[in-house]
Structures are given as C-alpha cells and as structure tokens.
C-alpha cells in the first residue's frame, strides 16, 4: 500500500513538471507572458510542496500508528485508514 502512495506521488511529481515545461513552451510560442506563466508555476509548486508534506505526515502517523498497535499486541487493521 506505501509503495502504491508512492508511486502515485512520484507520478503526481511527474506531471507537474511536465505541465511546467508546457508552460514555458506556451510562453515561448507567445501564449501567454512569462508572468502569467509564473503565476502558474507558483501555484502548481505550492501545492506540490504542500501535496508532498501531507502524504509524508500520513505516512509517518500511519507507521506510527502501526508501530504503536503491534508493540501494545492491539494491531487491528480496521483501525488503520486506507490509503
């Protein structure tokens, strides 16, 4: 399951950048001004940043949660949200 969160964020990592270097192909072709492409690419590393700090504090509380269960012999794993 840590490997399948994985993988979608790296995948998620992936196609920011590549929506990136599509903005700066449009401000290259005269789409759009390299002001408006930056206000783009603010936003999406923004919320890649912040995308990226939620799923490593699900992981580490979720480990934690894990860690906790099996040391107290209570490992349930109803009690462990899906991911």
């Known amino acids: 399951m840590k490997a399948d969160l994985r993988a ?5 990592n ?11 192909c449009a401000t290259d072709g005269g789409i759009w001004t390299g002001q408006e492409a930056g206000r ?3 936003r999406l590393e923004y919320l ?6 939620d799923f490593k504090e699900l992981l580490d509380l979720r480990e934690c949660l894990s860690r906790s269960q099996e040391r107290d012999g209570k ?9």
């Open 8 to 12: 979608e964020l790296g995948l998620l």
């Open 14 to 24: 992936r196609n920011v950048d590549e929506m990136i270097r599509l903005f700066q």
């Open 40 to 42: 783009h690419e603010a």
């Open 48 to 53: 890649r940043v912040k995308l990226n700090a």
């Open 75 to 83: 490992a349930s794993p109803a009690l462990l949200p899906e991911l």
